[in-house]
């Protein structure tokens, strides 16, 4: 196991100029460390708003240990939210991406609005509170037809990011855009 001492030090005795040494590439221990300290804690690039051009389309991921939903809501609004349901922590949404007029969870057929609330949930008593059981929200911001996600509780400050982004894609009108090819390469490493 690569302890975050470990980590920095091989850090530190990177050489200039060079790429950084196998273990960063493939090693699971600092995949661990990365997703931690960028891919639980930052914005991330999750999709082009168009591959969820209407109403109930999503697009689901998966970051490290966690399943994430993008999804198109009946106001137009893209949202994301852990893939998760609330009962008993069945994967809801089971395909890389597809429509639902609602998402129901295929275990006990929880029922969740397209914004996230949980609609439908049987035998669960009189003083079940069904405003409590959302799910979780997973923060989600759509900069001009590039939709961006973070998976912190409280999300680092996008707008200045935000602002810069607007300057270069704002004259290619992205949110119109559709996807013409698609192609999917698997690689023996990690996300560097």
Known sequence: MVSKEHFVDMLQKRRPGYSLEQPFYTDPDIFDLDMEAIFYKEWLFAIPSCEVPKAGDYVT???????????????????????????????????????????????????????????????????????????????????????????????PDIEPYAAIVRDYTGPHNLKDMKIAYESTIVEEGNWK
């Open 61 to 155: 991921h998966k970051i490290g240990k966690y399943r994430v939903i993008i999804i198109r809501g009946q106001d137009g609004e893209i949202r994301a939210f852990h893939n998760t349901c609330r009962h008993r922590g069945s994967i809801i949404c089971q395909e890389l991406r597809g429509s639902a007029p609602k998402l129901v969870c295929p275990y006990h057929q929880w029922t969740y609005e397209l914004d996230g609330r949980l609609l439908w949930a049987r035998d669960m008593g009189d003083d079940f509170e069904p405003s409590k059981f959302g799910l979780h929200k997973v923060h989600c911001r759509d900069l001009g037809g590039l939709v961006y996600i973070c998976l912190a509780d409280e999300a």
